[in-house]
């Protein structure tokens, strides 16, 4: 009998002693939070690249619903809605420019212009647009004049071709003649106009700069 208590007591005392394997180790403690840190960024990459597409694709739907509208506003007017640049664009005093005289004109009254009879006639007509809120950004100053922004939340770039070619001054993209999230439209025979989305040309600079990031991080871990 006191010989198998003692035995009990041995086998206690070894598993319970400091060179025991009842532990962790602080290398593989290391290990598994390393393990953990991979995967958490690999969700997080996962989730933004979902998030970005989503994006593009709404705003690709966005500028699908503008090509439909402009071509209706031309079909009316006769002419392609003034981009600000090249010919003033007013509202309440100020001048709009870009997709904020894109949206002051898709969204007022127009005069249709039709001929009968060898007469000019303009006959007013109902706005050819509506955009929900979302797709809008109130300006600071003025709450009357709003701009059009795609689903990333920045401006939407409109420009009319009919005059010089008129690139936005805050395109964060790194080649500005890149023809990524930009497209031309044609109505009519020669009325030529661009939007451009910059909420997804700087996404995107966003997501080739993570790569080269990631690219030159793994190059040194290699390296190392």
């Given amino acids: 009998m006191m010989s198998r208590t003692s035995e009990t007591s041995s086998s206690v005392d070894s598993a319970s002693a400091p060179g025991g394997n009842s532990g962790f180790t602080l290398i593989e403690i290391l290990i598994v939070m390393s393990i953990i840190g991979i995967l958490a960024g690999l969700v997080l990459i996962a989730m933004g690249s979902i998030q970005k597409t989503a994006k593009d694709r709404a705003t690709e739907a966005l500028v699908e619903r503008l090509n439909l ?64 809120n979302r797709d809008l950004l109130v300006d600071d100053e003025d709450e009357s004049i709003k701009w059009i922004i795609d689903a990333h939340g920045s401006k939407i770039h409109y420009d009319n071709l009919t005059g010089r070619l008129d690139l936005p001054e805050d395109d964060m993209a790194a080649d500005p003649d890149s023809k990524y999230a930009r497209w031309r439209f044609t109505v009519g025979f020669d009325s030529h106009y661009e939007i451009w989305s910059l909420g997804m040309r700087e996404a995107a600079e966003e997501d080739e700069l993570r790569v080269i990031e990631d690219s030159t991080e793994e190059e040194a871990y290699d390296e190392f």
């Fill in 69 to 132: 509208q402009i071509a209706d506003y031309y079909r009316k007017r006769g002419a392609l809605p003034e981009d600000g640049y090249d010919t003033e664009v007013k509202f309440r005093g100020k001048s709009l420019k870009g997709s904020a005289a894109l949206y002051h004109q898709l969204t007022s009254d127009i005069f249709e212009r039709t001929f009968i009879a060898g007469e000019r006639r303009e006959d007013r007509r109902d706005p050819v647009a509506k955009f929900e």
